[in-house]
C-alpha cells in the first residue's frame, strides 16, 4: 500500500520560502508521475506542480509559475516543492499525490482522475 508522508509547512511571511517534502513507500517510486496539490479553507483541491517519474517532465499551475520548483530524488524515493515569494492567497494544506501512470498526455487530467494516493498533508501559512 502506498504511503507519503508531507513535511515541511509552517507560517511564513508574505515574500518568504517554504520547501516542502515527501516520502513515499509501498510502491516502485520511479514508476509514477508525483505531483502536489492544494486545498485552501472553504476550496476544492487544485493543482500545484507535478513532475513526470525520471523528471523529463514538469507542470506548473498559472499561479505558481515562476515561484514554485518540483523536484524529485528517485534514489530517496522524495518529493519536494521549493515554494518563493510566497503570497496570502499559498495559504492552503499541500498534499503530496501519487498518480495511477508514468507520465500524461495532451490533456492533464483532474486530481481526483489522475491521483490514487494522497498524503496527510502540510499545512502552509502566508500571513505577516
Same mark, same amino acid.
Given at each position: 500500500?502506498?504511503?507519503?508522508?508531507? %513535511? $515541511? $509547512? $509552517?507560517? @511564513?511571511?508574505?515574500?518568504?520560502?517554504?520547501?516542502?517534502s515527501c516520502v513515499a %513507500?509501498?510502491? &516502485?517510486?520511479? +514508476? !509514477? @508521475?508525483?505531483s502536489w496539490v492544494r486545498q485552501a479553507p472553504g476550496? $476544492?483541491?487544485?493543482?500545484?506542480?507535478?513532475?513526470? /517519474?525520471n523528471s523529463a517532465g514538469t507542470y506548473y499551475a498559472e499561479s505558481v509559475k515562476g515561484r514554485f520548483i518540483i523536484s524529485r530524488?528517485?534514489?530517496?524515493?522524495?518529493? =519536494?516543492?521549493?515554494? &518563493?515569494?510566497?503570497?496570502?492567497? +499559498? &495559504?492552503? @494544506? =499541500? !498534499?503530496?499525490?501519487? /498518480?495511477k501512470w508514468s507520465g500524461w498526455g495532451d490533456v492533464?487530467? %483532474?486530481p481526483r482522475d489522475a491521483c490514487d494516493a494522497w498524503g496527510q498533508g502540510t499545512l502552509v501559512t502566508v500571513s505577516s
Open positions: 500500500e502506498a504511503q507519503l508522508v508531507e %513535511s $515541511g $509547512g $509552517g507560517l @511564513v511571511q508574505p515574500g518568504g520560502s517554504l520547501r516542502l %513507500s509501498g510502491f &516502485t517510486f520511479d +514508476d !509514477f @508521475v508525483m476550496k $476544492g483541491p487544485e493543482w500545484v506542480s507535478a513532475i513526470n /517519474w530524488d528517485n534514489t530517496k524515493n522524495t518529493l =519536494y516543492l521549493q515554494m &518563493t515569494s510566497l503570497k496570502s492567497e +499559498d &495559504t492552503a @494544506v =499541500y !498534499f503530496c499525490t501519487k /498518480w492533464f487530467p %483532474s
